[in-house]
């Protein structure tokens, strides 16, 4: 008979077949089943299901059973499942027992040996050597982490001497807004600045050194990693451990030494900061690390000039800057300096940098040839005409006036000299 606990849920099958040839038939006319705990004769009904012809099978029927408390069920008890209606082939089959089962009633033994040997046991429990698992001797990867169950080691579970020799200082899993440098820790996350320790994702296989904590949002800060974090994943928080002989972690200072004493040489991969300082030029070779140093006029050494500081070098520069600046035009037009020129010197106009239509600008509103011959023609004229008046004219004027011998006037004849006895007369 099979026993089961309080609360689990089984199934049981039964059959009904023709009574003449034993062929499978259907349970007909509105079937149904309830359970008779020990001698009672109150019926449960609750958490009872049947299904006729289970699974397409005719004559093949299940009955599942809820054995809870809160459907009338109880520990210790023997129960009897039987059909309270319903009818094989036409003949009534009410009062049929289909199965029985008990609750809690599993028979105990008293052992004290086990395949021969004697047992020993402790406080009612026996004493085991387990020697093998899996059928494979410890010691030889018999057990993994795969065999361990998530919740079997919680931080519950673990001795508190054992925690703090571990440095675990809490548990929980994510629950907000991540990224690949922040973790909300969710409702486990700590109160008190958590600012130094170390979070460990067991879910990546990953850990990090929170670098800042916010205590009212229980968000972590940290250096970036390259997984994605995930609401669930846990988290283990371990405090950050001390030095080797229980003295205290290094300072600040005693780091900052640390890595500033360290050889150079050995730092040399690329795109490193090692690899990068190691560019610095050696203008002076010495104990300056490679870096310039100064002349006897206190000059940098290797550059030229009177300026003896980065400062003033970048205060000369600005100046420089500012009258260059001063000197030129606002804006270009077109993509060229747009200048008034004053002066050029001798040559500095050639026929190549003169454009090609310069002559043609030059000539427009000068004379023609063809003006300059007309131009010629009639001063030749003028000259012609100019030189008979001149052969028409005494060669001195006499008492400024023009001395002439005169004949006629208004085409008339005059004779006599204009002299005093001899007057002019028609």
């Given at each position: 008979?099979?026993?089961?606990?309080?609360?689990?849920t089984h199934?049981?099958?039964?059959n009904?077949?023709?009574?003449d040839?034993?062929?499978?038939?259907?349970l007909a006319g509105?079937?149904?089943?309830?359970a008779?705990?020990?001698?009672?004769?109150?019926?449960?009904?609750?958490?009872?299901?049947?299904?006729?012809?289970?699974?397409?099978?005719?004559?093949?029927?299940?009955?599942?059973?809820?054995?809870?408390?809160?459907?009338?069920?109880?520990?210790?008890?023997?129960?009897?499942?039987?059909?309270?209606?319903?009818?094989?082939?036409?003949?009534?089959v009410?009062g049929?027992?289909?199965?029985?089962f008990?609750?809690?009633?599993?028979?105990?033994?008293?052992?004290?040996q086990?395949?021969g040997?004697?047992?020993?046991?402790s406080?009612g429990?026996?004493?085991?050597?387990?020697?093998?698992?899996?059928?494979?001797a410890w010691?030889?990867g018999?057990?993994t982490?795969?065999?361990?169950?998530?919740?079997?080691l919680s931080?519950?579970?673990?001795a508190?001497?054992?925690?703090?020799?571990?440095?675990?200082?809490?548990?929980?899993?994510?629950?907000?807004?991540?990224?690949?440098?922040?973790?909300?820790l969710?409702?486990?996350?700590?109160t008190?600045?958590?600012?130094?320790?170390?979070?460990?994702f067991?879910?990546?296989?990953i850990?990090?050194?929170?670098?800042?904590?916010?205590?009212?949002?229980?968000?972590?800060?940290?250096?970036?990693?390259?997984?994605?974090?995930?609401?669930g994943?846990?988290?283990?928080?371990f405090?950050?451990?001390?030095?080797?002989?229980?003295?205290?972690?290094p300072?600040?200072?005693e780091?900052?030494?640390?890595?500033?004493?360290?050889?150079?040489?050995?730092?040399?991969?690329?795109?490193?900061?090692?690899?990068?300082?190691?560019?610095?030029?050696?203008?002076?070779?010495?104990?300056?690390?490679?870096?310039?140093?100064?002349?006897?006029?206190?000059?940098?050494?290797?550059?030229?000039?009177t300026?003896?500081?980065?400062?003033?070098l970048?205060?000369?520069?600005?100046?420089?800057?500012?009258?260059?600046?001063?000197r030129?035009?606002?804006?270009?037009?077109?993509?060229?300096?747009?200048?008034?020129?004053g002066?050029?010197?001798?040559?500095t106009?050639t026929?190549?940098?003169?454009?090609?239509?310069?002559?043609?600008?030059l000539?427009?509103?000068?004379?023609?040839?063809?003006?300059?011959?007309t131009?010629?023609?009639?001063?030749?004229?003028?000259?012609?005409?100019?030189?008979?008046?001149?052969?028409?004219?005494?060669?001195?004027l006499?008492n400024?006036?023009?001395?002439?011998?005169?004949?006629?006037?208004?085409?008339?004849?005059?004779?006599?000299?204009?002299?005093?006895?001899?007057?002019?007369?028609?």
């Amino acid at each position: 008979m099979r026993d089961i606990t309080l609360g689990e849920t089984h199934d049981f099958k039964f059959n009904t077949s023709e009574p003449d040839t034993g062929a499978p038939i259907t349970l007909a006319g509105s079937p149904a089943v309830a359970a008779y705990v020990d001698n009672s004769t109150t019926e449960i009904t609750a958490g009872i299901t049947l299904t006729v012809d289970f699974d397409g099978r005719t004559g093949m029927h299940n009955v599942r059973v809820v054995a809870s408390g809160g459907n009338g069920f109880a520990t210790g008890t023997t129960i009897a499942l039987c059909l309270t209606a319903g009818t094989v082939d036409g003949v009534s089959v009410v009062g049929v027992k289909i199965a029985e089962f008990t609750i809690g009633r599993a028979q105990t033994a008293n052992t004290t040996q086990f395949g021969g040997t004697a047992l020993t046991q402790s406080g009612g429990r026996p004493e085991v050597n387990v020697t093998h698992a899996a059928g494979t001797a410890w010691g030889s990867g018999a057990i993994t982490a795969a065999s361990i169950a998530a919740s079997a080691l919680s931080l519950a579970k673990v001795a508190t001497d054992l925690r703090e020799a571990l440095g675990l200082v809490t548990n929980g899993t994510l629950s907000g807004t991540h990224s690949s440098t922040t973790a909300d820790l969710g409702a486990s996350a700590p109160t008190n600045d958590i600012t130094g320790q170390t979070v460990f994702f067991p879910d990546h296989d990953i850990s990090r050194i929170i670098t800042s904590y916010n205590t009212g949002t229980g968000v972590a800060t940290f250096d970036s990693v390259a997984v994605t974090l995930a609401n669930g994943n846990t988290w283990y928080l371990f405090a950050t451990a001390p030095a080797s002989g229980g003295g205290s972690a290094p300072s600040a200072a005693e780091i900052a030494d640390a890595v500033w004493d360290e050889d150079i040489t050995g730092h040399t991969t690329s795109n490193t900061a090692g690899q990068r300082i190691g560019r610095v030029p050696n203008a002076a070779a010495g104990g300056n690390g490679g870096l310039p140093t100064v002349d006897a006029n206190n000059r940098i050494a290797g550059i030229a000039g009177t300026i003896t500081t980065l400062d003033a070098l970048d205060t000369a520069q600005d100046s420089q800057h500012s009258t260059t600046q001063g000197r030129l035009p606002a804006a270009l037009v077109s993509g060229r300096i747009d200048a008034s020129v004053g002066a050029m010197a001798a040559n500095t106009m050639t026929a190549a940098a003169a454009a090609s239509d310069l002559t043609t600008e030059l000539q427009s509103g000068l004379a023609t040839a063809a003006n300059l011959a007309t131009l010629q023609t009639t001063a030749n004229n003028i000259e012609t005409d100019t030189q008979d008046i001149q052969s028409r004219l005494p060669a001195s004027l006499n008492n400024g006036c023009i001395q002439a011998d005169v004949q006629r006037i208004n085409n008339v004849e005059v004779v006599g000299a204009g002299t005093e006895g001899n007057e002019w007369r028609a």
